[in-house]
């Protein structure tokens, strides 16, 4: 140390230079390392925009996608209340038709037990050529075979609040 002191020791404007010849080296350094810390900050940064295009993208896709579900939801609903309109309308003719169906049974059981000929009446078969029009067969086209209009016989309507079955 006592070198170093008798080298500078009188030499002010030496020891001067070397101090500026060393903060111009750390000032550069310093600038340098900021250089490249600022590119690759700008590279980051170019990197993370690229990256929220990209998330722009399919968050606009998924939006899309959301909105056609949004709209097949809002149809579907729709459907499913012209649906449920449209089953009211049928429970409500097929009880009414039952109602009917059954009240008819029980006017024609009456009509049967009161008067014998209503009675007679129902006892005689159903000709062949009517019994198309019960199973709704019927082809006047036809002279053979299922559903051919002929004459005959026929099925007994003697059990008439039951339900006719179809011809084997």
């Not at 008798?6 to 111009?24: D, H, P, W």
């Not at 399919?58 to 097949?72: D, F, S």
């Not at 198309?132 to 005959?152: K, R």
């Amino acid at each position: 140390m006592n070198l170093l002191l008798s080298f500078f020791g009188n030499k002010v404007r030496l020891i001067i230079e070397y101090a500026m010849l060393a903060l111009l080296l750390a000032v550069a350094g310093f600038s340098l390392a900021l250089w490249l810390k600022n590119s690759q900050v700008e590279e980051h940064l170019v990197d993370v925009q690229k990256d929220l295009q990209g998330a722009e993208d399919r968050i606009k896709l998924v939006e899309g996608v959301a909105e056609g579900h949004e709209q097949t939801i809002k149809d579907l609903k729709t459907l499913r209340l012209e649906d449920n309109k449209t089953l009211e309308v049928v429970l409500t003719t097929l009880s009414d038709l039952s109602t009917k169906d059954n009240n008819v049974r029980e006017e024609l059981h009456k009509l049967e037990t009161r008067n014998d000929k209503v009675a007679s009446f129902m006892d005689t078969d159903v000709p062949l050529d009517l019994q198309c029009v019960l199973y709704n067969s019927c082809n006047p086209a036809t002279t053979e075979g299922p559903g051919a209009v002929q004459g005959g016989k026929g099925i007994s309507t003697k059990h008439a609040d039951k339900a006719v079955p179809a011809p084997n």
